[in-house]
């Protein structure tokens, strides 16, 4: 599918733009110690003990939390390589996808953050940081974002 020039540079420029989000959080989540050795943990906690979904919870609880170190580490690397994925345009799609997955996890671990039987409003606005990602995911994987400014358009000619 080829979009309009117009369109396709748009992207390319929200693509970029979108990097630079996940290049700043994850450098600091892996080469600052403050959090996978401590932050992580302490977000886990509030997400288990009332924002994550029901059925959420338990993997929040007896997956990650035990592995907080570990994985706190692995969300800073997964947020750079979207980042630099995003910057370069290389792999544009995987990363879009892990990225939709990510907002999804994001979006599953703070859905009650509003407390419960507030508003149906109310847990959407709460979203507002995750969905809008989620949707730009979507929007780069759709339109094959790496095509235009990108080296994934380069290695297919």
Do not use: C
Request: no cysteine.
């Amino acid at each position: 599918m080829s979009l309009p020039s117009a369109v396709a540079k748009t992207i390319a420029v929200v693509r970029v733009a979108t990097s630079v989000f996940f290049l700043l959080f994850g450098q600091y989540k892996l080469f600052g110690p403050g959090f996978a050795h401590g932050g992580f943990q302490e977000y886990l906690r509030g997400y288990i003990e009332g924002g994550a979904v029901a059925f959420y919870r338990p993997i929040l609880a007896s997956v990650v939390l035990p592995h907080a170190v570990f994985l706190g580490y692995t969300v800073g690397a997964v947020e750079m390589f979207i980042g630099v994925s995003l910057l370069f345009g290389i792999w544009v799609r995987p990363a879009s996808v892990l990225g939709a997955l990510y907002m999804l996890n994001l979006t599953l671990a703070t859905w009650w953050d509003p407390g419960h039987g507030v508003p149906v409003w109310r847990y959407f606005g709460n979203e507002l940081d995750h969905l809008p990602m989620l949707f730009l995911f979507v929007i780069f994987f759709a339109s094959d974002a790496g095509r235009e400014w990108g080296l994934d358009g380069r290695l297919r000619r």
